[in-house]
């Protein structure tokens, strides 16, 4: 177990409704970076927050959008929902720089977004 | 253009044997890390091994080692002494050191035969 925490497992929308997608980052962490993996696919980074302030951005609409809060909880929020939407939505946490830690991201075992 | 290649879709290895999966990746920076996860049906990623670009060594956890070729841009992964629990959809990637944003492969899933 990493101590990242996803909420909830599974949803199932229709398209054009809007999701909140919500995550619980391992204690001491300050970074949280979103993915998105279809079917059959790699994780596809959608973007990462630091210290509740975006930090990167990969490439998916503005309708993706997140929040960090100050307990670095966090939420992916996705509007206008598509089929193409359907996915597993990955939340990972990492820890503040230095240490044997560095740059190691730490997963939780996702959503699962069924968009109808 | 920033890529990560998987070229076994899946591989399959007896119990109590050795198996290595292949990445190659594509990157002009010179500061990377370069890691293998382990994504078992609970979907759940779990960090099976990490290597730092900058290091010539290549790094070793318990029954996992990898073979890091830098000038090639090739990064395997071992797995000695195969076990039932090993079996999973396997996935390398890399983050550049400043963004920690990883670009992952498409996967290989391993099967052990008993």
């Known amino acids: 177990e990493t101590g990242v925490t996803q909420s909830p497992t599974h949803l199932i929308k229709t398209r054009g409704q809007q999701v909140t997608l919500r995550c619980s980052s391992q204690s001491g962490h300050n970074t949280v970076s979103w993915y998105q993996q279809a079917l059959g696919q790699g994780p596809q980074f959608i973007f990462q927050?630091?210290?509740?302030?975006?930090?990167g951005r990969g490439n998916f609409p503005p309708r993706f959008s997140g929040l960090q809060f100050p307990n670095y909880s966090s939420e992916l929020n996705v509007n206008a929902l598509e089929l193409d939407d359907s996915a597993l939505y990955l939340c990972a946490s990492s820890p503040a720089s230095g240490g044997t830690s560095k740059n190691i991201q730490y997963f939780g075992a996702g959503t699962r977004l069924s968009v109808l | 253009a920033q890529t990560v290649t998987q070229s076994q879709p899946e591989m399959s290895v007896q119990e109590a044997e050795t198996v290595t999966l292949s990445c190659t990746y594509d990157?002009?920076?010179?500061?990377?890390?370069l890691f293998w996860y382990k994504q078992p049906p609970s979907r759940q990623m779990i960090l099976v091994i990490r290597?730092?670009?900058?290091?010539?060594q290549n790094a070793t956890e318990n029954r996992f080692s990898v073979n890091f070729q830098k000038a090639a841009k090739s990064f395997s992964l071992k797995i000695s002494d195969s076990q039932l629990g090993d079996a999973a959809m396997y996935f390398c990637?890399?983050?550049?050191?400043?963004?920690?944003?990883?670009?992952f492969g498409t996967g290989t899933l391993l099967a052990v035969q008993p």
């Open positions: 990637a890399y983050n550049i050191g400043a963004t920690n944003k990883l670009i």
């Open positions: 990157t002009s920076e010179s500061d990377y890390y």
């Open positions: 290597q730092e670009a900058y290091k010539q």
């Open positions: 927050y630091y210290r509740e302030e975006e930090n």
